[in-house]
């Protein structure tokens, strides 16, 4: 039987339509969510579940890294909703260890 789950997006609206995406880890995303998809690149936070929803031109124009821009850029007809270890938002110490570890590795 298929049960039913409140959108992890819009934390709204009551849904079948699920994606289980570790074990016993189940995400839920309603239509009207499926449907922002289509012009944004959302990003749920698999450790607060908190979610980020962004233009899909406004992320690209943004993007440095020319690998990662084109990637993102294969991607800008797709509907993507991708699950993203921790945040700022729940982890602002560890994302900043993260980003000053990625900077110390570039500086010649």
């Known amino acids: ?3 039913a789950g409140k959108c992890n997006i819009c934390k709204e609206v009551y849904t079948k339509r699920s994606v ?3 074990e016993g880890e189940v995400v839920y995303v309603c239509e009207d969510c499926i449907e922002t998809a289509k012009d944004n690149f959302i ?3 698999m450790c607060c579940g ?3 929803i ?3 031109g406004l992320v ?3 993007i440095k890294d020319l690998e990662i821009k084109r990637a993102y850029m294969l ?3 797709m509907q993507i909703i991708q699950g993203i270890d921790m945040c700022v938002a729940c982890s602002p110490e560890r994302i900043l260890d993260i980003m000053e570890a990625q900077y110390e ?3 010649c």
Do not use: F, S
């Open 105 to 107: 590795a570039v500086e």
């Open 54 to 56: 962004r233009p899909k």
């Open 75 to 77: 991607c800008e007809d």
């Open 43 to 45: 990003w749920i936070c």
């Open 1 to 3: 039987m298929e049960t």
């Open 50 to 52: 908190k979610t980020y």
């Open 20 to 22: 289980e995406v570790d």
């Open 60 to 62: 690209i124009a943004r």
